[in-house]
């Protein structure tokens, strides 16, 4: 059983900055996909960066590339989303996932939420 438990969010103005956490627990060694996914109310869950772990291979949303960084702590089982550059319409709750097993860099870097059935509770990120 996996477990993933977000913190970070909050309220900030355009232009800001945000860091958002992931603490993964479980057994976690016969997945190596992690992301980030966002959903506005009313609209479809929108893949925003994952992360090959065993690659250390990163992809990103075109929206989001060169503004949001992900990254995996192996030892610490943490992954995180620095947001940097802030957009009103980065306003969504974020999620992070984690796939069920190993899935070829291509189909983590897809941001596919059908590959991920290991998912967090949330966390509200809202720039004004």
């Known amino acids: 059983h996996v477990q993933l438990v977000e913190s970070g969010g909050g309220s900030v103005q355009a232009g800001g900055s945000l860091t958002l956490s992931c603490q993964h627990s479980g057994n976690l060694r016969a997945s190596d996909c992690v992301a980030w996914f966002r959903q506005v109310p009313g609209q479809e869950r929108e893949g925003v960066a994952s992360?090959?772990?065993?690659?250390?291979?990163?992809y990103y949303t075109p929206s989001v590339k060169d503004r949001f960084t992900i990254s995996w702590d192996d030892a610490k089982k943490t992954a995180t989303l620095q947001m940097a550059t802030l957009k009103t319409e980065d306003t969504a709750m974020y999620y992070c996932?984690?796939?069920?097993?190993?899935?070829?860099?291509?189909?983590?870097?897809?941001?596919?939420?059908?590959?991920?059935?290991?998912w967090g509770q949330g966390t509200q990120v809202t720039v004004s």
């Open positions: 996932a984690r796939s069920r097993g190993r899935l070829l860099p291509s189909t983590c870097g897809a941001l596919t939420s059908t590959w991920f059935p290991y």
């Open positions: 992360i090959s772990t065993n690659e250390n291979s990163t």
